[in-house]
């Protein structure tokens, strides 16, 4: 897959280095032809998204906090990979939203994240999903993102 870096920059948005754990975990395991990162948050070089969604961070905030979770993820896809080239599929996308108990716009939050991917990969880069909602999440973020990718031999 190619990376449409015109997007980026007609969207003011960058993909930072990769960040470092912030546990004990790694950021992603590759097994067979596939890479399982492990949950980034909506914190993507100086934009940090923190709050929960339904009190003090708007659909609009969130969207942009699922924006940052995904580049973060991209990151490590291309720390790990060199970059996109090897990618063939992004399969899954599993999205965690710091909510209060009757926000029920999780679905619009991460299409912030889908939306993005579609454009910058193009529409091969549709996947499969999921939109949780979560009483918190690490560091007060609000949004995590998880993802499986295809990539190949």
Known sequence: ???????????????????????????????????HLSGGISVNGDVAVYGKLGADVSIEDGQRAAQAAILNRLAVIQAELGGFEKMTKIVAVNGFVNCTPDFTDQAKVLNG?????????????????????????PLGVAVEINMIVEIAD
């Open 113 to 137: 994240a889908s939306d993005l991917l579609v454009e910058l990969f193009g529409p091969t880069a549709a996947h499969s999903r999921s939109a949780v909602g979560v009483v918190s999440l």
């Open 1 to 35: 897959m190619q990376l449409n870096t015109e997007v980026l920059e007609k969207k003011g948005l960058k993909l930072n280095p990769a960040p470092a754990p912030v546990g004990s975990y790694v950021q992603c395991i590759r097994t067979g032809n596939y890479l």
